[in-house]
């Protein structure tokens, strides 16, 4: 009787689920996790099974469809329950943001495999291998178990041939993974450091106790914190358990994926923007049918579809992107620990600059706390100069001492990148008359000029215009360009070094993924001298050859009106430094500023992360901000500036009613920095709190006051632990 009746969520924006009957023919097939197509309303559309209630909530129930699809694991399930409460988001809306959109049958590819037939051993069947080649391959094999025919470049048919007729290996034909990234020759794994072994033998430890726990990573950049991943990965295939490796999107390069192919073959799946949705939907399918042990991909992978995972890993977890700035606003890391939670899995978070709430939860032993203190092969870390740009001519946007380093690197062939964290030719159009910038008419903030298209863009709704003749506000005519973007940089650079290959990398210069691909591979060829862009090169990438990297401008990111510059500059600045001298020949780095003393520009001068965060913790418990208090953020838009503004105060007067005891904050209403956007005006309020759970009801009576006063009219928008609060 119970199973005749099925609760089902749709991904619907109302926070309920819906009940329907089950046909006779289907009622063995279902369970929870299930994906099934229900009719709703005049449409139909994809839903998933929830559980079965005894009971029906009405008489007259329409029917289940069909079957769609393999049922979501169970901890998944578990997890979008988790996070529709905890991100206070429609609980149907968020199943259907784990599942991906296309996900259909499609024919799967087939391709060959050999494999080692016994695990050959001294006195076994190792004797009947002759030659150094097939030595070789049977090592690879001994340590990689299974490797797809193309991937075996190096060796001859007749090497594979000898060792199949010898009885040692066997050739198989299975499907392929879509995404294969082509053709890698296998690398028997380095030998690991003391500090790398002792961290992989700590993961293992945990990952084979089976129960849940979470380590913090802190290894400075090119400490081997990847060798460490791909150690601790390596163990888990053995017991038959899936590791999930997030990135972000930016660190998916070539270079990347290859570590992880060259290791692990076709057992692989990569979950990265540049998928079709037939091949993300084909990785999918492979990951749910145990053809993988290990996906790899940006901050929706943490669903990936393993039955049974057992191992988390969080690379670069300082990283904001791993917040979904739209519709389910989840910070996949924090994701990532409850999914690691649910299953009694091991979520591993690394980073050289950790976010202050990670390194916050190690010091407080909610974390394990696992650190490498040294580059590999003791290489030391680059020299840091920093060079107080007040001092330099105003116009001027090298210091002689970066130039004259440039110009050695060029002299001896060496790279160098630069930071800029700023697109366009310059920041901004100003009129000389009044002092006003040319703003976007839909955004507040202010246009900035690309020289190619020779017209002013705006950087948040990409509005294109021609620079005007006279000022909008007072009709000047004396109009200016104000500061100095990528572009600029790029032309003046070009005009100091006419011979030296330079190259921009940032979204206008590169667009889409095979570009940005293409780019790193011409650095990793040396075919480039000089990088130049914005934080896009800063990331993760390991080009030997640069020994030099200059930070033009670290000012960019420490005025702005967001508890976390000082925290951002800091990152930014590290991690770029942490690209200077990872191959033979040591590193340099040359930060110019306006703020020499700004303790995070001194930190980061000293590769010194510990001394930093017990600046800035001392400030966060201050005015107690995270980590040390939870904040959610209530955001109202509405394309009428009144509208928004009053439906803030109707949120604050419930708010405020009910706000007792000590300990709770509420800050606002105000104009969010960015006052408005895409048309849109917007007001926000912040909930400070050291507890979630007297925040998050205010917030839902918040949200529950204006939805009753103005229904649609008005947007309210929930962010709970808000990164972006511009
Ligand atoms: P991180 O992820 O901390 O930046 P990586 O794992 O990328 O560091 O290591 C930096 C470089 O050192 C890579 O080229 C990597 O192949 C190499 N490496 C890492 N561990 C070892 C090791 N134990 N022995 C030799 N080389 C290593
Ligand atoms: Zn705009």
Partial sequence: MSNLIVDIAV???????????????????????SRVLVPFGSRRIPGTVMGFPGRAEAADLKSVIKVLDNPLPCDLLELARWMSDYYMYPLGQTVESVVPKALFRAKPKKKKYVRLLTNPSPGGKRDRVRGKKQAELVCLLSDREEMSIDELGAFSAQTVKSLREAGIIEVLEREAAASAPGEFTPTIPPELMTEQREAVRRIDEAVSSGSFGVFLLHGVTGSGKTEVYLHAIKQLAGVGKGAIVLAPEIALTPQLLSRFCRRFGDRVAVLHSGLTDRERADEYRRIQTGRVDVAIGARSAVFAPFENVGLIIVDEEHEN????????RYHARDVAIMRAKFRNAVAVLGSATPSLESYYNAMNNKYQYLRLERRVDHRPMPAVEIIDVKALPKQELYSPRLLSDIRQRLEKNEQTLLLLNRRGFSSVLICRECGAAIKCPSCSVSLTYHKPEQKLKCHYCGHLTRPPDKCPGCGGIELALIGSGTQKIEEELQAFFPAARLRRMDSDAVKGKQAYDELLRQVDRREVDILLGTQMIAKGHDFPAVTLVGVVDADVGLNLPDFRSAEKTFQLITQAAGRA???ETSGEVIIQTMNPNHYSIQHSRTHDYEGFYNEEIVFRTELGYPPIGRIIKLEFKSPQESLAAEAAKTAQNRISKLMRGKGTVLLGPAPAPLSRLRGQ?????????????????LAIEGRNAVEEKFGRKCKVIVDVDPINLM
């Fill in 681 to 697: 005006y917007r007001f926000q309020l912040l909930l400070l709190s050291q507890k979630r759970e007297a925040i998050r009801s």
């Fill in 321 to 328: 992107s791993y917040k979904q700035d739209e519709g389910l």
């Fill in 581 to 583: 001298g990872r191959g």
């Fill in 11 to 33: 991904g619907v924006s109302v926070n309920k689920t819906f009940h329907y009957r089950v046909p006779e023919e289907m009622q063995g097939d279902l369970v929870p996790g």
